[in-house]
């Protein structure tokens, strides 16, 4: 059974999502260890699917979906809070 809670990140306008690791409780996703291809560099996944697979692959039955958006910053206003989805991993194949 996977320690921790699994994340996958969302960027406003990208095309592709990262997903990681934390230990931290729903809310906070600062100190998440990214996964990383076989060459050491961050992994990006071109589909939520993707992602999904690879934290399933690990031993996870669900997570969590962080949606970040710079729009906020962008016009001046104070950073956007970022959003947590819980995101049960469909367990069937």
């Not at 291809?37 to 690990?58: C, I, M, T, W, Y």
């Amino acid at each position: 059974m996977a320690t921790g809670r699994a994340l996958i990140f969302s960027y406003s306008d990208c095309a592709h999502y990262h997903a990681g690791i934390t230990q931290e409780p729903v809310g906070s996703t600062e100190a998440a260890q990214l996964l990383r291809n076989p060459e050491g560099k961050v992994a990006k996944f071109p589909s939520l699917f993707r992602a999904q697979q690879a934290l399933k692959d690990l031993g996870y039955t669900r997570g969590w979906l962080v949606m970040q958006s710079p729009y906020d910053e962008m016009i001046g206003n104070e950073p956007a809070q970022k959003t947590e989805l819980a995101l049960p991993f469909d367990t069937d194949e």
